[in-house]
């Protein structure tokens, strides 16, 4: 079998996940790699067959988009040049992980395609949203990956087609500690913006993973770190609570290792709004942005008592295992993975 798997390079989730699918994915044939965007901090430690700048999301200095950097990168030419020429026909199987060109490319040519990812769980209206819901933001969910068939991965399960987390096989097999520090991974907020607010929170050490430094810095409480993947891992796994985005990989992990979790979802990504409506209804804390009522809000956040602890009981293996099934047996509707249970310690 020949199997196109088109992964999103903005942000480093799509990235991350793909490192843990591709291992099983090849069992069932040969894999060929698209990779597209212009906006990450990890490699993909694999051989990547296609690439593209694609279309990507770029960020303020203080959590937001970039839209003027997003529209002074868009270039339409070469995106109809890729579409027409991904040659998408010549696969078996066509996984996309919210990925626009092959999208695209697989409805100009008539080609079957997967949407297998976080982003396609939002094709179930049973997916938690905000209170107020963008209409472009849903728009977006429904219509950038477009595919004919759709497998969703979410914190729990919110409808048949929707499956566990891809957790990372280094955290799956971790020894959660405690050694005092709180991980912090901000990606949409610049460092100075990040060290105006935490040094202010003298008492606790902080390890934050910056695009900006090259090696490690020790600022006052503030140890700067380069995002790095083994670095991250063993932060996280060691940490006392974890301060990020709305994103979905590292809050899952988190919450998988039973960390404490407080999410500032990026503004404008209305994925990041959805995920931490989700967020909120399991008890995690969520923080609009780093503001002056910030030391108020940790404050109350580093007294709680009780976190959601996600238990999970399945394996990448058969989430690659159900996929495959369900990609080639269309009579086959039913989950035969067993699903995350939220428990509070």
Same mark, same amino acid.
């Given at each position: 079998?020949?199997?196109?798997?088109?992964?999103?390079?903005?942000?480093?989730?799509?990235?991350?996940?793909?490192?843990?699918l591709l291992p099983y994915l090849e069992r069932y044939g040969q894999v060929d790699i698209?990779?597209?965007? %212009?906006?990450?901090?990890?490699?993909?430690? %694999?051989?990547?067959?296609? *690439?593209?700048?694609?279309?990507?999301?770029?960020?303020?200095?203080?959590?937001?988009?970039?839209?003027?950097?997003? &529209?002074?990168?868009?270039?339409?030419?070469? &995106? !109809?040049?890729?579409?027409?020429?991904?040659?998408?026909?010549?696969?078996?199987?066509?996984?996309?992980?919210f990925e626009c060109i092959t999208s695209l490319a697989c409805s100009w040519k008539k080609?079957?395609?997967?949407?297998?990812?976080?982003? %396609?769980?939002?094709?179930?209206?049973?997916?938690?949203?905000?209170?107020?819901?963008?209409?472009?933001?849903?728009?977006?969910?429904?219509?950038?990956?477009?595919?004919?068939?759709?497998?969703?991965?979410?914190?729990?399960?919110?409808?048949?087609?929707?499956?566990?987390?891809?957790?990372?096989?280094?955290?799956?097999?971790?020894?959660?500690?405690?050694?005092?520090?709180?991980?912090?991974?901000?990606?949409?907020?610049?460092?100075?913006?990040?060290?105006?607010?935490?040094?202010?929170?003298?008492?606790? *050490?902080?390890?934050?993973?910056?695009?900006?430094?090259?090696?490690?810095?020790?600022?006052?409480?503030?140890?700067?770190?380069?995002?790095?993947?083994?670095?991250?891992?063993?932060?996280?796994?060691?940490?006392?609570?974890?301060?990020?985005g709305a994103g979905f990989e590292t809050p899952a992990e988190a919450l998988y290792l039973?960390?404490? !979790?407080?999410?500032?979802?990026?503004?404008?990504?209305?994925?990041?709004?959805?995920? %931490?409506?989700? !967020?909120?209804?399991?008890?995690?804390?969520?923080?609009?942005?780093?503001?002056?009522?910030?030391?108020?809000?940790?404050?109350?956040?580093?007294?709680?008592?009780?976190?959601?602890?996600?238990? !999970?009981?399945?394996?990448?293996?058969?989430?690659?295992?159900?996929?495959?099934?369900?990609?080639?047996?269309?009579?086959?509707?039913?989950?035969?993975?067993?699903?995350?249970?939220?428990?509070?310690?």
């Open positions: 079998m020949k199997i196109f798997y088109a992964v999103q390079a903005t942000g480093n989730g799509h990235i991350s996940r793909a490192m843990e698209f990779l597209s965007g %212009a906006n990450k901090s990890l490699n993909l430690d %694999a051989s990547v067959k296609y *690439r593209s700048k694609g279309l990507s999301l770029f960020y303020t200095n203080s959590g937001g988009l970039n839209y003027g950097q997003m &529209i002074s990168k868009f270039a339409p030419l070469r &995106i !109809l040049k890729e579409v027409r020429d991904l040659p998408v026909e010549k696969y078996d199987l066509v996984l996309n992980d080609i079957p395609s997967v949407n297998f990812g976080h982003q %396609a769980s939002f094709i179930s209206p049973k997916v938690p949203r905000p209170e107020k819901k963008d209409m472009m933001g849903e728009w977006i969910l429904r219509n950038y990956a477009r595919a004919t068939q759709y497998i969703g991965l979410h914190f729990k399960q919110y409808d048949d087609f929707i499956l566990p987390p891809v957790i990372k096989k280094d955290i799956l097999q971790a020894d959660p500690r405690d050694k005092g520090h709180i991980t912090v991974y901000l990606s949409s907020f610049n460092d100075a913006t990040v060290k105006q607010h935490l040094s202010l929170l003298k008492e606790h *050490r902080f390890q934050v993973f910056s695009k900006e430094v090259k090696q490690p810095v020790q600022d006052g409480n503030i140890l700067f770190l380069p995002v790095d993947k083994t670095a991250f891992n063993k932060s996280l796994i060691t940490c006392k609570a974890i301060i990020t039973g960390k404490k !979790l407080l999410v500032i979802p990026i503004r404008g990504q209305y994925e990041q709004f959805c995920n %931490a409506a989700a !967020l909120q209804k399991m008890g995690i804390p969520v923080v609009k942005t780093l503001d002056g009522d910030f030391p108020k809000v940790f404050g109350q956040w580093m007294d709680q008592k009780k976190r959601p602890h996600l238990r !999970l009981d399945h394996s990448t293996e058969s989430i690659v295992s159900y996929l495959m099934h369900n990609c080639t047996d269309k009579k086959k509707n039913q989950l035969d993975l067993l699903y995350p249970e939220f428990v509070f310690n």
